[in-house]
């Protein structure tokens, strides 16, 4: 079936159709690399991952060009910046590279072009001032402001009408604002700040503009697709939309929107124990820390466990069932460790599942249809249906970016000599035992084996086994 993909904006699934089939753009908000990222913000690079894998796998892997932008200038990294006494840059270089390699724990594959944004000033610049020069901004203060009101599709994106946002505004608004729901494109900077010459004065980008400008500069309008969190619906990408359609004079055209990108994805919010995520509660969760304690693999399979869409609550059952699913078909792999794949690719109900508007549930359903398979080809000696159920599994698990480690290592998990030597015996003698139908003594070997929290999974070839947690 054709890749199926739910629209923000048209509020409904749409087929897939690339501007063009030869050059496939995507973009996706990245971070903004001033601490280490939660895990609500895990879920945006592996959701899009998967669908980058699979626009790879449809189009060709030269043919997609996946951007992922990187903030490295903001408030909250000036801020922190001056309480170190530092650049920028070295708290920008310091958490940028922290999120990368928790990405690659996650088996998060690096985006082609990672544009920042201190690197495209000019362009960003040169945006504002086309804005400008279309009548959709002004200058007031220092500040340049989009003005809302100009751009009559404002907030189609996010479903809001324009007049009631201003009728229900409770925030106090700055004196240089025409409307309340203006938007700053850039703003002076602070003393000690880092700032760039500009037409308007020393300053800085506005938190929007930057995306509007760096996807304009690296993949060129419109883009296919452009990705993100259901947060950053409002206002970010409603006003990415606002000013890249009026830098390009196309403010009051009946396809303007489509001007900018043709499909808007979004993923779920992502909570904690059913409470939402906040530092008050004190249940933010570190990615970082999450990855140090666990197998990234069974982080990202916990955040692909619903549908993309939909929201997802982070608690320890959530992790606990992720490590028992990998475990089960790690451990249909290592039974099958001495057959050689057979690859002829994923099976169709796999590919009608993850073209589904990326239905990862019903994908992930047809892996244990898989490792079922397997088990029982491995039962009944018939190697070449495991061969060819081992293959395809192998290539499912591919697009979804799991079961990438070796499975015995992974089975066994980070263990001493002394403990892997002392378990193999146990295993050996409890076979024995089991054989003799000495029960007690199998039984005296099984709570030795939980002493040492060690997990055996018994199969049609023998014991395997894994320590806990």
């Known amino acids: 079936m054709p890749l199926m993909i739910h629209d923000t904006l048209a509020r409904e ?3 897939f159709t690339p501007r063009d089939p030869e050059r496939v753009t995507l973009y996706v908000c990245g971070p903004t690399v001033y601490d280490y990222a939660h895990i609500g913000n895990a879920r945006p690079p592996v959701v899009f991952d998967v669908l980058v894998r699979l626009l790879r796998r449809t189009y060709g892997a030269d043919k997609v060009v996946y951007a992922r932008n990187v903030t490295d200038v903001d408030d909250k990294i000036n801020a922190k910046a001056a309480r170190e006494g530092v650049p920028i840059g070295d708290v920008t270089s310091r958490y940028e590279a922290a999120y990368l390699e928790d990405m690659a724990r996650l088996n998060v594959s690096a985006p082609d072009i990672a544009p920042h944004v201190t690197d495209h000033i000019e362009p960003i610049v040169a945006q504002i001032a086309a804005i400008m020069e279309a009548g959709c901004a002004y200058a007031a203060e220092g500040h340049v402001l989009f003005d809302v009101s100009s751009y009559p599709n404002y907030g189609r994106l996010s479903g809001r009408n324009l007049d009631d946002m201003i009728a229900g505004a409770r925030v106090e608004v700055a004196p240089y604002k025409k409307n309340a729901h203006d938007f700053v494109l850039w703003k002076p900077s602070k003393a000690g700040e880092p700032s760039w010459p500009s037409p308007w004065g020393e300053g800085r980008p506005g938190w929007h503009i930057e995306c509007s400008a760096m996807i304009e500069q690296v993949l060129g309008l419109p883009i296919d697709i452009h990705g ?4 950053l619906v409002f206002p970010h990408h409603e006003n990415e939309i606002a000013q890249g359609v009026c830098a390009h004079g196309h403010a009051h055209g009946d396809q303007a929107h489509g001007e ?5 994805m979004h993923n ?9 995520m906040s530092k008050s509660i004190g249940n933010v969760l570190l990615l970082h820390d999450l ?8 982080v990202r399979w916990a955040l692909l466990s619903a549908h993309y869409r ?3 609550d982070w608690n320890q059952g959530l992790l606990d069932q992720s490590r028992k699913n990998l475990d089960r078909l790690y451990g249909a792999l290592h039974r099958a460790a001495a057959v050689t794949a057979i690859d002829d690719g994923p099976p169709e109900d796999f590919l009608t599942s993850i073209e589904d508007d990326l239905n990862t549930p019903g994908a992930m359903a047809t892996l244990f249809a898989l490792s079922s398979e397997i088990e029982r080809g491995m039962t009944a000696g018939d190697l070449d249906a495991v061969a060819v159920a081992k293959g395809r599994l192998m290539a499912a698990a591919e697009l979804l970016g799991v079961l990438q480690s070796d499975p015995a290592a992974w089975l066994e998990g980070d263990v001493t000599d002394a403990l892997r030597i002392e378990v193999e015996a146990l295993l050996e003698q ?7 139908k000495d029960w007690p003594e199998a039984d005296r070997i099984r709570d030795r084996l939980n002493a040492l929290d060690v997990v055996v999974m018994d199969g049609p070839q023998g014991a395997t086994w894994r320590v806990k947690g």
């Open 268 to 276: 779920g919010f992502l909570t904690v124990d059913a409470e939402k």
């Open 228 to 231: 993100g969190g259901i947060d």
């Open 260 to 264: 900018y990108s043709r499909y808007w």
């Open 430 to 436: 409890r076979a024995a035992a089991r054989a003799a």
């Open 291 to 298: 990855v140090q304690s666990m197998p990234g693999e069974v």
């Open 13 to 15: 699934k749409r087929v």
């Open 310 to 312: 939909q929201p997802l």
